[in-house]
């Protein structure tokens, strides 16, 4: 073969690009951290990490939803606490009441106690968390339950009236009383917590305290005016009440030891998702270092060969 | 019977072929890195002899009458040339498409966070913010506003791989004037051989340029050629010839329509190319799988996809004022620049799936529902919802399986391209070897023509000295 100086440049700058790129090449790897820099350098596998990502971002969100729920259900679970303590407070009230042989100022006295207790399960259940209201389905701006003047002619059985401050309208003569209205709706509210599962995060005032309500304020009605033929009624109306507070306690409580589960169950997938979106995209540190001291090795190496062959000349020896 | 000049004949032919080896020797040093220049070396044979013994007398053998230089040879190889012309071609077609996909790939900037995926990603995760929140107007605004990118960001991409075609267009433009400038040197240098080579001698300094302008031609386009008797190198693109015998055919390049076409400009007829950068860049610029042109389509497809998904579900919620039937994206089936957010205000995004009606009457009065979030809830489904390609994939799979497959093309034509600058550099090797200068080699070479050039002046004084011995020495008897 004969081999000529343009040969040999050829090849040694073919030789030096091809070790450049290398390094350039590996450079990239290990300054990035990332051997995927871009598709071409795995088609495959760089879609699936672009997957990993969407899933990660995703389920970052389940878990930040999972979160709310849990704060949400924890909030009112102790709303509930707070009810069940006084709906139990009422209930001694009431039994005291019904023990009989009261006299009238002391049945007044009860029926102030149990008034205080309704405006505190007034001010329970218009908890808001996060500026949202609990207890007002998704109505969540309004307060669950206000207090509103209306015509006595238009209330009908199921108002919950609240008797003791009437007011007459001196013009048209009509009758004005207090109602404790609920102004939400059933609206459900659910956090997203899995690709297809939702969690439940709300229940309504409606459903959790308006048998409560209608039986407080009719106690507090008869106690105030020293009334005590219901009594046995309304004592078996709040062991009701105190029942459905319980059994939506521990409705809240299931609820919220799902959230707990799938939230532990999202953060194990987050840390899979992570370690194989590593696994597949992350530079072998070690690995790429060797390879790099490698390649500048064998660059080295062609740049000093190159020195001595370029040298090397007839030229030299020629007299 | 020689004449009695014969060896200062002989001697003065030897000192002309040491004096052409010399000039040729000289003329390789030179141009040891001219491109495109072949190692040239001087044929010389031996004189017509003499027969001594020409009338019939005893004296032995033929003389020989020294040496002629019979031709200066160039090293150059014709099948050589035209395996490198070949490869050369289908390097330029793999280097273009190389270049371009990893254009294409620099626009796309994925994976990471900064592509259209993380755009995607990041909307989908507000609807998710505000399905969780939806009396929030932070949450709303933030739906906008990640709405908005995520527009841009599609169509970013799409005006960037509109200016790539653009900047192919323009590429085939200017290599298709070289072409026809190419063609026009190579038929002027035909023409400059043909006559120099009348004479009987070969051209040889001429032939390298013509090799040189041809392999330069061959990265624009593949061409094949043969060479007439005359010497004429006929080029021929996809069997027309854009250099005969007589002549060149210009090609010409039109644009319609965003469409380009290269043709024959006297038969209007498109050209047939087989390989070279400019039918990479027409096939880019082509349609069907791996275009540009498709591409663009693909974006197209998903961003109407999406928009239209988007909108059927958001025309039926109602927004915080309880307003219903509104667009949440306006879009331009003429293309992707028209498309766009159609809502600025953070409460117009119809979040609800249900509102209040305060008063039925004319107009009729509402009051929104602000807890409620199952529409949007139903529109951040739609990163589940297969919708694409026969309803297989869902945007982010198709997104993701588009990215790949530009992947994959532009890995397949680094690969190629890999392969091809090996066998460009195998082949060039090989013409390397038998057409390059090596100086050690020509050193050698200088030295021996040397050398014998001295000989040669040694043999002319010794002939001098014999005529010499005869002139001034014989016919002295007796002086």
């Known amino acids: 073969m004969r081999v000529t100086q343009g040969m040999v440049v050829n090849r040694f700058l073919r030789d030096l690009q091809n070790s450049e790129r290398r390094l350039f090449n590996l450079q990239?790897?290990?300054?990035?951290?990332?051997?995927?820099?871009?598709?071409?350098?795995?088609?495959?596998?760089?879609?699936?990490?672009?997957?990993?990502?969407?899933?990660?971002?995703?389920?970052?969100?389940?878990?930040?939803?999972?979160?709310?729920?849990?704060?949400?259900?924890?909030?009112?679970?102790?709303?509930?606490?707070?009810?069940?303590?006084?709906?139990?407070?009422?209930?001694?009230?009431?039994?005291?009441?019904?023990?009989?042989?009261?006299?009238?100022?002391?049945?007044?006295?009860?029926?102030?106690?149990?008034?205080?207790?309704?405006?505190?399960?007034?001010?329970?259940?218009?908890?808001?968390?996060?500026?949202?209201?609990?207890?007002?389905?998704?109505?969540?701006?309004?307060?669950?339950?206000?207090?509103?003047?209306?015509?006595?002619?238009?209330?009908?059985?199921?108002?919950?009236?609240?008797?003791?401050?009437?007011?007459?309208?001196?013009?048209?003569?009509?009758?004005?009383?207090?109602?404790?209205?609920?102004?939400?709706?059933?609206?459900?509210?659910?956090?997203?917590?899995?690709?297809?599962?939702?969690?439940?995060?709300?229940?309504?005032g409606d459903a959790a305290f308006g048998d409560a309500f209608a039986v407080l304020a009719k106690l507090r009605n008869d106690l105030l005016e020293a009334n005590v033929d219901n009594l046995d009624e309304y004592v078996a109306g709040i062991d009701e009440a105190i029942g459905n507070v319980v059994r939506l306690r521990s409705d809240i409580g299931g609820r919220m030891n799902r959230t707990e589960l799938a939230a532990e169950r999202l953060g194990v997938i987050s840390l899979q998702i992570e370690s194989l979106r590593s696994e597949l995209a992350d530079t072998d540190v070690a690995r790429a270092l060797?390879?790099?001291?490698?390649?500048?090795?064998?660059l080295q190496t062609s740049m000093a060969m190159a020195a001595r062959m370029f040298q090397t000349s007839l030229l030299d020896f020629l007299r | 019977m020689r004449s009695t000049f014969f060896g200062i004949e002989v001697a003065k032919l030897a000192l002309w072929a040491g004096?052409?080896?010399?000039?040729?020797?000289?003329?390789?040093?030179?141009?040891?890195?001219?491109?495109?220049?072949?190692?040239?070396?001087?044929?010389?044979?031996?004189?017509?002899?003499?027969?001594?013994?020409?009338?019939?007398?005893?004296?032995?053998?033929?003389?020989?009458?020294?040496?002629?230089?019979?031709?200066?040879?160039?090293?150059?190889?014709?099948?050589?040339?035209?395996?490198?012309?070949?490869?050369?071609?289908?390097?330029?077609?793999?280097?273009?498409?190389?270049?371009?996909?990893?254009?294409?790939?620099?626009?796309?900037?994925?994976?990471?966070?900064?592509?259209?995926?993380?755009?995607?990603?990041?909307?989908?995760?507000?609807?998710?913010?505000?399905?969780?929140?939806?009396?929030?107007?932070?949450?709303?605004?933030?739906?906008?506003?990640?709405?908005?990118?995520m527009v841009e960001t599609f169509q970013d991409l799409d005006r960037h791989l509109a200016a790539l075609a653009d900047d192919l267009r323009a590429d085939v433009q200017h290599r298709v004037t070289a072409v026809n400038m190419l063609a026009e040197r190579i038929a002027a240098l035909n023409d400059r051989i043909v006559r120099a080579e009348s004479g009987g001698q070969r051209a040889n300094d001429l032939r390298d340029q013509r090799a040189l302008l041809v392999e330069q031609l061959s990265s624009h386009v593949s061409v094949t050629t043969t060479e007439t008797a005359r010497g004429v190198l006929r080029v021929s693109i996809g069997g027309t010839d854009l250099v005969g015998e007589h002549g060149v055919r210009q090609l010409g390049v039109g644009v319609d329509a965003g469409e380009v076409t290269v043709e024959w400009v006297d038969s209007q007829r498109a050209v047939a190319f087989t390989g070279g950068a400019v039918r990479a860049a027409l096939e880019l610029l082509g349609d069907g799988p791996g275009t540009i042109g498709q591409m663009r389509t693909d974006l197209f497809a998903m961003a109407q996809t999406l928009s239209d998904e988007v909108n059927a579900l958001h025309q039926n919620g109602y927004t915080y004022k309880g307003e219903t039937d509104k667009q949440f994206f306006a879009f331009n089936d003429a293309s992707l620049a028209g498309w766009r957010v159609d809502i600025t205000e953070p409460e117009d995004i119809a979040a609800a799936g249900s509102r209040i009606v305060v008063d039925p009457g004319d107009p009729p009065t509402y009051l929104p529902v602000p807890?409620?979030?199952?529409?949007?809830?139903?529109?951040?489904?739609?990163?589940?919802?297969?919708?694409?390609?026969?309803?297989?994939f869902t945007l982010d799979d198709f997104y993701r399986s588009w990215v790949a497959g530009i992947g994959i093309a532009a890995q397949e034509a680094q690969r190629m391209e890999d392969n091809q600058a090996l066998l460009v550099a195998q082949i060039t090797n090989h013409r390397e070897q038998l057409?390059?200068?090596?100086?050690?080699?020509?050193?050698?070479?200088?030295?021996?023509?040397?050398?014998?050039?001295?000989?040669?002046?040694?043999?002319?004084?010794?002939?001098?000295?014999?005529?010499?011995?005869?002139?001034?020495?014989t016919g002295v008897v007796g002086r």
């Open chain 2, 19 to 149: 004096q052409r080896g010399m000039d040729v020797t000289a003329h390789n040093v030179a141009n040891a890195d001219t491109p495109g220049y072949a190692r040239q070396s001087v044929r010389q044979s031996a004189g017509a002899p003499i027969n001594a013994p020409l009338f019939g007398g005893s004296a032995a053998g033929q003389i020989g009458s020294g040496v002629i230089v019979r031709s200066i040879e160039s090293s150059r190889d014709a099948f050589v040339d035209r395996q490198v012309w070949s490869s050369h071609s289908e390097m330029a077609y793999w280097t273009l498409r190389r270049q371009t996909m990893d254009r294409v790939e620099v626009l796309l900037n994925e994976p990471g966070d900064h592509g259209l995926g993380g755009a995607m990603d990041r909307w989908w995760d507000a609807l998710a913010v505000l399905v969780a929140n939806p009396e929030s107007m932070e949450a709303r605004m933030q739906v906008l506003a990640r709405a908005n990118t």
């Open chain 1, 28 to 204: 990239g790897k290990v300054s990035s951290g990332t051997r995927l820099q871009r598709p071409s350098d795995d088609p495959i596998d760089a879609a699936r990490v672009m997957r990993f990502d969407s899933e990660d971002t995703e389920i970052s969100r389940y878990l930040a939803n999972a979160r709310e729920a849990r704060d949400w259900l924890g909030a009112t679970e102790s709303a509930l606490n707070e009810a069940y303590e006084a709906l139990t407070r009422a209930q001694e009230v009431a039994l005291r009441a019904n023990a009989g042989s009261l006299p009238n100022d002391a049945l007044e006295a009860l029926g102030t106690e149990v008034d205080v207790l309704v405006q505190h399960l007034l001010q329970v259940v218009n908890t808001a968390y996060k500026g949202r209201y609990l207890f007002s389905g998704t109505l969540t701006l309004n307060a669950p339950y206000e207090v509103v003047w209306k015509d006595v002619n238009d209330v009908n059985a199921s108002d919950i009236v609240l008797t003791g401050e009437e007011i007459e309208d001196d013009q048209t003569g009509t009758v004005n009383v207090r109602v404790l209205e609920y102004q939400g709706n059933d609206g459900e509210i659910r956090h997203q917590i899995g690709m297809s599962v939702n969690v439940r995060a709300n229940i309504t």
């Open chain 1, 290 to 298: 060797v390879d790099l001291h490698a390649a500048e090795l064998s």
């Open chain 2, 435 to 473: 057409t390059g200068v090596s100086l050690d080699e020509e050193l050698a070479n200088l030295l021996q023509y040397e050398r014998a050039y001295q000989a040669a002046a040694r043999i002319m004084t010794a002939a001098d000295e014999m005529l010499a011995t005869l002139i001034h020495n």
């Open chain 2, 371 to 392: 807890g409620d979030g199952e529409v949007a809830r139903a529109i951040s489904q739609l990163k589940h919802k297969r919708m694409f390609a026969d309803e297989n």
